[in-house]
């Protein structure tokens, strides 16, 4: 009988890159997790601990079977008359049949069919164990896992990312024998370098953790990154300071030790004279050390560090850590020091000499397109068109810094230190610093006007001229990032309200790039479509329904803060009770007047009016559309269908009782005039038609 049990698995590793052990840990999981469900030793729906330090990937299958369940299979054979011969004798097809099953001829039986008979039997398939299956299933795995990164060692076949030294494979308290990376399993872990060095054998698999606790191993992540921002907040507090929240810097810490031990640090205070993003920059990447801040928010001469060791003597590893962070720190103010020796735009004509892109020039010469394409979109945005122009003409200078050669995540905020040294205006400082914004989706966007032109030009030169020079993205290849960057170009323009509708800021991105590539009236379209693209996923983001956002687009078209302006009013109002019988209105406004396409339709008369109905309609869309016109005006959406709405009576009346397509000529165009211009005042709102109630 098959009894349930934990099955272990561990592949103890050289030290993994730190962040790249959790898609290798879900590799491993969900590769044995799918196989073990498919072979039925494993419920799908069984607990899964997942477990990984730098040395090791480890995952634990809560009540595996050590053997398959026996299955009952149904065989047909060959029919009658292939089976027996003329003499009635079992055939070579009839025999041959009863050899693969294990069987004699006599054993077999026959299904009766509307066909005929068939030779038949019923044979019980043995459940295959867990130790015959679980080898290749491992080995399927691994092999899976491997990528450009993994690698050989010794004389092996198998690739993996880090050299493996050890295998531990536990079903319940039985190891398993198999064999992989040369290692053969058994039912010993690798405990701490230097706190639990050696061999440390387990009794089960649920025995794994304790074991390496008592090893000085946390093997459970989510235990390690509370372990780590609970000793990081800690000392913050105790010191009477804060920390920045920072996940990313908390996984890799997580990802970097065993057993994470966080001390505080100190350093000269004569460093904070260097901007703080770069004294921060270099402080984590370099030493992966957390910043630490006054109440006031300004950045101590202080530092976190998360060691992987327990010291006797804290004050050594601090001073450590100090000694080591130092050099780093001197290098920062080294670049700043130097950097300030020439000014930003005394680097201007160097730009000439970097490749932006081939059709495209140098980074010198999309500056220029900035400057010119800045000055035409200052307007729209109530920029200076003189401070845009001169934060073009100095926006990538940086780009040739000491500083941000070291940390190129610093480009644009380095710009607007130098700049301010430099003495250039502070709007034009930082603008150079947001034009970089938003840095990556969901991140901020620019604040000020000149900020907000010259982030929008650098998007649409990107675009469009990256586009005209035959690059643009294919599938998922996007080597230039211009999906991020269209969609950069929609954030803006909606949080800024800017008035320029996609079509036209396209234009004056094709009107910068000038006789330098030819954009045609195709291409612009093209690019157009591939923004608004974006515009819509940004909707869908934002929680509007596809059929919103599909009426809105049927509806008029305006500027992306125009269009998610009328797109969340008509979300909401698609929820109002009155909407209804208006979107049905609309609906069937429409049907009529795609019928009658082909009538000639003037204004509504109204002598030919004759129903009281349509009478009514006609005086309440009169009474409706100075209110409608005035809130349309403001961009006031809501209040523009609330107006609609208060037409609702009406128009169920009108539909109700008047027979639009008269036989009379004269009244069903009349009619259809009246439609019309009740159609109308919606569709500059969007086509409620679309919304399908």
Not at 297 to 307: H, M, Y
Not at 620 to 634: F, G, K, Y
Request: glycine share 8%; charged share 30%.
């Amino acid at each position: 009988m098959s009894t349930r049990a934990d099955l272990l698995i561990e592949l103890g590793c050289e030290e993994l890159p730190a962040r790249s052990i959790d898609q290798q840990l879900d590799l491993l999981c969900d590769g044995l997790q799918r196989r073990l469900v498919d072979a039925g030793l494993m419920d799908e729906g069984a607990a899964i601990a997942r477990l990984a330090t730098p040395r090791r990937l480890a995952v634990r299958f809560s009540q595996v079977l050590d053997r398959q369940a026996d299955r009952e299979l149904e065989r047909k054979g060959p029919a009658e008359n292939v089976a027996l011969d003329a003499d009635g004798k079992p055939s070579k097809a009839a025999e041959g049949f009863a050899r693969s099953l294990g069987k004699s001829f006599e054993e077999l039986d026959w299904l009766e069919t509307d066909q005929g008979r068939w030779l038949y039997a019923r044979i019980t398939e043995p459940g295959k164990a867990l130790d015959e299956l679980l080898g290749p299933m491992l080995e399927e795995t691994v092999k899976a896992m491997a990528g450009a990164r993994s690698m050989r060692w010794s004389d092996l076949d198998e690739r993996f990312l880090r050299p493996v030294r050890w295998l531990c494979v536990l079903h319940g308290e039985r190891a398993i024998p198999l064999s992989l990376f040369g290692l053969s399993a058994g039912r010993r872990t690798q405990g701490h370098r230097i706190h639990g060095p050696g061999w440390h054998e387990l009794a089960s698999a649920s025995d794994y953790e304790r074991v390496l606790e008592a090893a000085h191993v946390v093997a459970d992540r989510d235990r390690r990154r509370e372990r780590i921002a609970s000793q990081v907040s800690t000392l913050a507090d105790k010191a009477g300071m804060r920390v920045d929240d920072n996940p990313d810097l908390l996984d890799e810490n997580v990802g970097l030790t065993e057993w994470p031990v966080a001390v505080m640090g100190s350093f000269d205070e004569a460093f904070l004279e260097v901007p703080e993003e770069a004294l921060i920059s270099s402080m984590q990447q370099h030493q992966k050390c957390f910043p630490v801040r006054n109440v006031d928010g300004s950045l101590a001469p202080r530092f976190i560090a998360i060691a992987n060791i327990e010291s006797k003597d804290e004050t050594a590893m601090i001073a450590g850590f100090e000694r080591v962070i130092r050099p780093r720190l001197s290098d920062a103010r080294f670049f700043w020091d130097q950097d300030r020796k020439q000014r930003l735009a005394d680097r201007a004509s160097r730009l000439d000499d970097v490749l932006f892109q081939e059709k495209l020039g140098s980074t010198g010469d999309k500056a220029a397109r900035l400057g010119q394409l800045g000055r035409r979109l200052a307007e729209s945005l109530a920029a200076d068109p003189e401070q845009v122009a001169r934060a073009a003409s100095l926006c990538k200078c940086d780009l040739l810094t000491e500083m941000v050669g070291e940390f190129p995540e610093l480009q644009g905020i380095m710009g607007r230190y130098y700049a301010l040294a430099d003495g250039e205006n502070d709007a034009v400082a930082m603008a150079i610093e947001e034009h970089y914004m938003p840095r990556q989706a969901g991140a901020e966007l620019p604040g000020t006007p000149a900020g907000q032109a010259l982030a929008l030009a650098d998007r649409l030169d990107t675009v469009v001229g990256i586009f005209a020079a035959g690059k643009k993205p294919k599938g998922g290849k996007d080597p230039f990032a211009l999906r991020r960057a269209a969609l950069g170009i929609v954030r803006i323009l909606e949080d800024s309200n800017c008035g320029l509708s996609l079509a036209e800021a396209v234009d004056l991105a094709a009107e910068a790039l000038g006789e330098q590539l030819e954009v045609d009236g195709d291409l612009k379209a093209e690019v157009e479509r591939f923004i608004f693209d974006r515009l819509r996923s940004h909707a869908a983001e934002a929680g509007i329904e596809t059929a919103t956002i599909q009426a809105v687009e049927a509806g008029k078209a305006g500027s992306v803060a125009d269009f998610m302006a009328r797109a969340r009013a008509i979300q909401a109002f698609a929820d109002d009770e009155r909407a209804e019988s208006l979107i049905a209105a609309n609906k069937r406004t429409s049907n009529l007047l795609k019928q009658a396409e082909n009538e000639r339709i003037g204004d509504v008369d109204a002598i030919l009016l004759q129903d009281d109905a349509e009478k009514r309609l006609f005086a309440d869309i009169q009474a409706v559309e100075t209110d409608l016109e005035s809130a349309l005006a403001r961009a006031d959406y809501p209040a523009a269908l609330a107006e609609l709405a208060g037409l609702r009576e009406g128009v169920d009346a009108f539909f109700d009782q008047v027979m639009v397509m008269a036989e009379d000529a004269r009244l069903r165009a009349n009619r259809l005039a009246l439609l019309t211009r009740l159609r109308g005042l919606i569709i500059d709102i969007a086509d409620l038609a679309r919304l399908g109630r």
